[in-house]
């Protein structure tokens, strides 16, 4: 066979941050990993509830204590590039000396100092666990999985820790947000 026709498998083409920031996939939320465009269904009611009662809650601590800025609705954080790779937490601190002036339209480029996310249902353990670790290894510093339907949150710290809170425990700022504290079951739905 001719060199010019043997079979070439193609690589598909790897993404970028700035190519992801004007990729619209209509009525999906998307991500990239690793230069690879992921596309989830939206979340359900009750994720979207819990997001905006944890969300108030925060919120009301960080305006008060003038303590940084708060993210919400999977706002973007490119975490590493060259494979690109942008993830959207459900909801996202940033200490007030890192919050850049004017805050970009664009992905922001470093890791949030407490990141939560929101599981729904269709969220695989694994990946889950994958997604923690890249943003611990971005440099975020506390990481709350809330898990809805089990009725707790795992605990991620950038020192290697981890916690599994129950429904009677309290989600604590410590020292990335001093003095916060949320008991956990009054933003769980019933």
Same mark, same amino acid.
């Given at each position: 066979?001719p060199a010019e026709d043997a079979?070439?498998p193609?690589m598909?083409?790897?993404?970028?941050?700035?190519?992801?920031?004007?990729?619209?996939?209509p009525?999906?939320?998307?991500?990239?990993?690793?230069?690879?465009l992921?596309?989830?269904?939206?979340?359900?009611?009750?994720?979207?509830?819990?997001?905006?009662?944890?969300?108030?809650?925060? &919120?009301?601590h960080?305006?008060?204590?003038?303590?940084?800025?708060l993210f919400?609705?999977?706002?973007g954080?490119t975490?590493? +590039?060259?494979?690109?790779?942008? +993830?959207?937490?459900?909801?996202?601190?940033v200490?007030r000396e890192?919050v850049?002036?004017p805050?970009?339209?664009?992905?922001l480029?470093f890791?949030?100092d407490?990141?939560?996310e929101?599981?729904?249902?269709t969220d695989?353990p694994?990946?889950?666990?994958?997604?923690?670790?890249? &943003?611990?290894?971005?440099?975020?510093?506390?990481? &709350?999985v809330?898990?809805p339907?089990?009725?707790?949150? +795992?605990?991620?710290?950038?020192?290697?820790?981890?916690?599994?809170?129950e429904?009677?425990?309290?989600?604590?700022?410590?020292d990335?947000?001093?003095?916060?504290?949320?008991p956990?079951a009054s933003?769980?739905s019933k």
């Amino acid at each position: 066979m001719p060199a010019e026709d043997a079979y070439v498998p193609r690589m598909p083409q790897l993404m970028t941050a700035e190519e992801l920031l004007y990729t619209n996939v209509p009525n999906k939320r998307t991500e990239l990993v690793r230069g690879r465009l992921i596309v989830h269904e939206p979340p359900g009611g009750r994720h979207g509830n819990i997001t905006a009662m944890l969300g108030a809650r925060l &919120w009301q601590h960080v305006d008060l204590t003038a303590a940084g800025a708060l993210f919400v609705g999977d706002t973007g954080f490119t975490l590493s +590039r060259n494979p690109d790779t942008v +993830r959207g937490p459900d909801i996202a601190f940033v200490h007030r000396e890192r919050v850049p002036d004017p805050i970009p339209s664009t992905f922001l480029e470093f890791a949030p100092d407490l990141v939560v996310e929101i599981l729904s249902p269709t969220d695989r353990p694994g990946e889950v666990l994958a997604k923690v670790g890249e &943003w611990l290894d971005a440099g975020a510093r506390l990481v &709350w999985v809330i898990d809805p339907e089990r009725r707790l949150a +795992r605990i991620y710290r950038a020192d290697g820790t981890e916690q599994v809170l129950e429904e009677t425990g309290r989600l604590l700022g410590e020292d990335i947000l001093p003095g916060f504290s949320c008991p956990l079951a009054s933003i769980l739905s019933k």
